[in-house]
Nanobody, 125 residues
Framework: QAQLVESGGGLVQAGGSLRLSCAAS????????MGWFRQAPGKERDFIAG????????YYADSVKGRFTIYRDNAENTMYLQMNSLKPEDTAVYYC??????????????????WGQGTQVTVSS
């Protein structure tokens, strides 16, 4: 059974940057693709970025492409989300998730079986 713990959220002004971390334990980290999702107030949780098990391939939602970068350090069992040029519409609770499959990149929630508790990101205008 895996445990995921996010950190790095907070309050930032529009145009600023934040880096989120997701520390994983309990399951072989390097064997599973990972992803970041977010849920804004009153909205459904949405996929924003995914990375394959080796870290060599990534995939982004259009809303964050070019501004956010997902990467992972398999030696440290940690995944990151570097967020630049933040906008007020990026305000949400951000969740990391570990995929149940071993290959590929996945954007559907149903393909992820372990989730972190979430970290709040608030972008002020």
């Amino acid at each position: 059974q895996a445990q995921l713990v996010e950190s790095g959220g907070g309050l930032v002004q529009a145009g600023g940057s934040l880096r989120l971390s997701c520390a994983a334990s309990g399951r072989t980290f390097s064997s599973h693709p990972m992803g970041w999702f977010r849920q804004a107030p009153g909205k459904e949780r949405d996929f924003i970025a995914g990375i394959n098990s080796s870290g060599g391939r990534t995939y982004y939602a259009d809303s964050v492409k070019g501004r956010f970068t997902i990467y992972r350090d398999n030696a440290e069992n940690t995944m990151y989300l570097q967020m630049n040029s933040l906008k007020p519409e990026d305000t949400a609770v951000y969740y990391c998730a570990q995929n149940r499959h071993g290959l590929g990149i996945w954007s559907r929630e149903v393909d992820y079986d372990y989730w972190g508790q979430g970290t709040q990101v608030t972008v002020s205008s």
